[in-house]
């Protein structure tokens, strides 16, 4: 199997749910906790172009199923957006796709 088909594989099964956790105040953007997005190797719709630079790297290493001892659990990560004042808290988890 190529990379090419290795990518088209993981991307027809899996993505990766973002869902607004927590922060310590209102976001600027208007993010409100319970806010939800879907990232399938597109840049989710209406997300935080920083909050987005800052969980990229984590939210595509979880679609390809990477592992590392400090994540939440198995595809499962929580990732703090890097403005100081509000401090979003972003649970990544990846799922399924849901069969259509």
Not at 37 to 55: E, H, I, Q, S
Not at 75 to 99: W, Y
Request: proline share 6%; charged share 25%; hydrophobic share 35%.
């Amino acid at each position: 199997m190529t990379q090419d088909e290795t990518l088209k594989e993981v991307l027809k099964r899996y993505e990766v749910v973002i869902k607004l956790l927590s922060n310590n105040q209102p976001c600027h953007v208007g993010h409100r906790i319970g806010n939800e997005w879907v990232f399938d190797y597109f840049t989710p719709n209406r997300l935080c172009g920083l909050a987005w630079n800052a969980m990229y790297p984590t939210a595509l290493l979880l679609l390809y199923g990477a592992k590392f001892p400090w994540l939440k659990g198995p595809g499962r990560a929580t990732i703090s957006c890097p403005d100081q004042d509000v401090q979003n808290i972003f649970e990544l988890q990846l799922r399924e796709k849901k069969q259509k």
